[in-house]
Nanobody
Framework: QVQLVESGGGLVQPGGSLRLSCATSGSIFKIYTMGWYRRASGQQRELVAAITSGGSTNYADSVKSRFTISRDNARNTVYLQVNSLKPEDTAVYYC????????????WGQGTQVTVSS
């Protein structure tokens, strides 16, 4: 019953910012770790940022200090604030939900495109 829908992507110039959102069905939101992944053209999917139900976070080294993940449990929504964007940040960004007690329960959104270009 878990559904994830991303939004907020777009075309921005280097140095620009975006705020990505991931709205969830919320049926079991509070016991899931939420994450943002991205897949650039010709590359593997990589973890960008994750946040547990308890609020602890981790980031890929390439985005640490520039990106911030947060969650609003009341609204069943996860955000990714992306700042100081670089062309290498260009990718499709996907929202992920993983059950903290049974990782077999794993859900993905459809993705939102972020393009950084001058």
């Amino acid at each position: 019953q878990v559904q994830l829908v991303e939004s907020g992507g777009g075309l921005v110039q280097p140095g620009g910012s975006l705020r990505l959102s991931c709205a969830t069905s919320g049926s079991i939101f509070k016991i899931y770790t939420m994450g943002w992944y991205r897949r650039a053209s010709g590359q593997q999917r990589e973890l960008v940022a994750a946040i547990t139900s308890g609020g602890s976070t981790n980031y890929a080294d390439s985005v640490k200090s520039r990106f911030t993940i947060s969650r609003d449990n009341a609204r069943n929504t996860v955000y990714l604030q992306v700042n100081s964007l670089k062309p290498e940040d260009t990718a499709v960004y996907y929202c992920n939900a993983r059950h903290e007690l049974n990782g077999w329960y794993n859900y993905w959104g459809q993705g939102t495109q972020v393009t950084v270009s001058s």
